[in-house]
Structures are given as C-alpha cells and as structure tokens.
C-alpha cells in the first residue's frame, strides 16, 4: 500500500470504525489509530495521503499530532475533527499544523468523505506540481477547471493577458514564467470547495461565500507544500486583494499587494467582464 492511503487517528474505536466504513466502497486503503504515537508509527511505515486526527486525544493531542505530520510528510493533507467549535484551536491547526480542513464532530457523513476525497486530490495535485514540466502544470490547472465549468480555459486567458501586462512593465523572464505559472495554478485551491457551493445556481449565502474564500489559502498552501517559488505562492495567496483593501484573504491595500499578484488580478478580473 502506497497510494492514497488514509490514517484516521481518534482515541475512540466506535470513531474510528465509523469513519472507515464510509471508504467501504473505495479502492482506497485506510489505516486507523488509537492515538497519536500510534499514528506516527504508521506513518513511518506506510506513505499516507491523508490524515484525518481527533484533537483532545490523551497524550500528544490532534494538532501537537498534525504538526509533527507536516514536518515529518508535508505533501500528506491534515484534516482536524473536534467535539466542539473552537475557533483558537482551528486558528492553532492552521497556523501551526498547516490542517487543510477543521471539522466538528458529529460530522455529515457525505460531506466528510468528500473533504477526504478532496484531500487526496490536493495531494496528487501537490506531488505533481513538485516536479512537473509546462506541460503537465498547463493540463492539471485544466483538471482543476473541471470542478467548475464556468472557468473552462480561463487559467490560459489570464496568463495571456498577464505576461502582456508583465512585457510592458519590462519585467524579468523569470518573473514572467513565475507569473505564467502563477495564473495557471491561481485556483487550484478550488479543490477544496464542495461542488455544491462551486457550481451553484444563484447567490451565495455569507457561509457558502467565507468557503469559497478560501480558496486562496489552499490554493497557496498547495504551491508552497510544492515547493515553488514565493511570486507563484504570492499569486495563489494575493489574487484576490484589492487596490483599496477590500480584498481577501488579508485585506491588504495599495502596493502592500505583491506586484505579480496585481498583475494576475488585474487580468482575472478582466477575463470576468
């Protein structure tokens, strides 16, 4: 077993049993842990995908856990399950354990599955981009597209008019392959959004919208865990601020936005009109 592999670690067997069902079906092999030291000695032995941990577990609890997995595995996507919404541990879990989703128990089991599934697919996305070539960078932002049909070609059409924007600014060949880069892999954080909030008719409620937000954080998560260069993580992270600060994910206003960030903003924001 390499491939796909899942790692649910809960101090609760009932727990573990449950969340192991739902992948009855899959070809996906799924190993389960009592606790966190158990856990890390799977991990030795086996190459996991996913890591789906409880928090207060006894001993090394959940994120003390999934800070260890980041540094030990970093490609291996982190999901957080709590008992109760807490919003320090959810801020702890992403700074410290860089977590990719943080879920509160009792879960919905649908939605639960496909956070995991998601996570698999964050994972091949990363461990590609790592050492792919233009060619196979070029046709994963293309897989990426599928999830949301409205933006079919769109990560081409902004790379077109970026590197314009890039050529009359005299920027460096560097940059313009960093920028290149950049805009096709601007949305691959959109793997983490559930189809039902990406592909729905209508708008967005606030809930579905701080989602979709998201989108950004991941998608910069994903680029860095790939080792790529800072302007194409800045583009990932940035492309969505604004010259006045009402942009997202920080807010960030006026030339405090990366340049290369700009330049894919503006040319996102064109091939939208």
């Known amino acids: 077993m390499t491939a796909d592999c899942i790692l649910i670690v809960d101090d609760e067997q009932n727990i573990l049993n ?3 069902r739902l992948f009855s079906a899959d070809p ?3 190993l389960t842990a009592l606790n966190a030291a158990e856990g890390m000695e799977m991990m030795k032995q086996q190459a996991v995908s996913v890591i789906v941990s409880d928090n207060m577990m006894p001993g090394i609890n959940g994120i003390e856990f ?3 997995a980041k540094n030990y595995s970093p490609d291996s996507m982190r999901i957080l399950m709590t008992g109760y919404a807490d919003l320090h541990a959810a801020i702890n879990a992403i700074n410290r354990a860089g977590v990719f989703r943080f879920m509160t128990k009792p879960w919905d089991d649908t939605e639960l599955r496909q956070v995991v599934l998601d996570s698999i697919d964050k994972f091949k996305i990363a461990s590609s981009i790592r050492s792919a070539d233009e060619a196979k960078l ?3 932002a293309q897989t990426i597209e599928l999830k949301d049909p409205y933006t079919k070609g769109h990560c081409e059409r902004v790379a077109l008019y970026a590197l314009k924007l890039a050529d009359a600014l005299a920027l460096s060949e560097d940059m313009k392959k960093n920028i290149k ?7 691959c954080g959109k793997i983490g959004v559930p189809d039902g909030i990406l592909n729905k008719p209508g708008i ?5 919208f701080e989602m979709i937000k998201q989108h950004s954080r991941w998608g910069a998560e994903v680029v860095r865990t790939a080792q790529l260069t800072e302007p194409v993580v ?4 940035y492309h969505h601020e604004r010259f006045n600060g009402k942009g997202y994910p920080v807010g960030l206003r006026g030339t405090d936005i990366p340049l290369e960030a700009r330049i894919v903003a503006i040319a996102d924001t064109y091939m939208m009109l």
């Open 18 to 20: 449950a969340v192991k």
């Open 28 to 30: 996906l092999p799924v």
């Open 66 to 68: 999934l800070e260890w």
């Open 138 to 140: 070029l046709s994963l």
């Open 181 to 187: 880069y950049g805009c096709w892999l601007h949305d």
């Open 204 to 208: 967005l409620d606030a809930e579905q």
């Open 234 to 237: 800045n583009i990932a992270l």
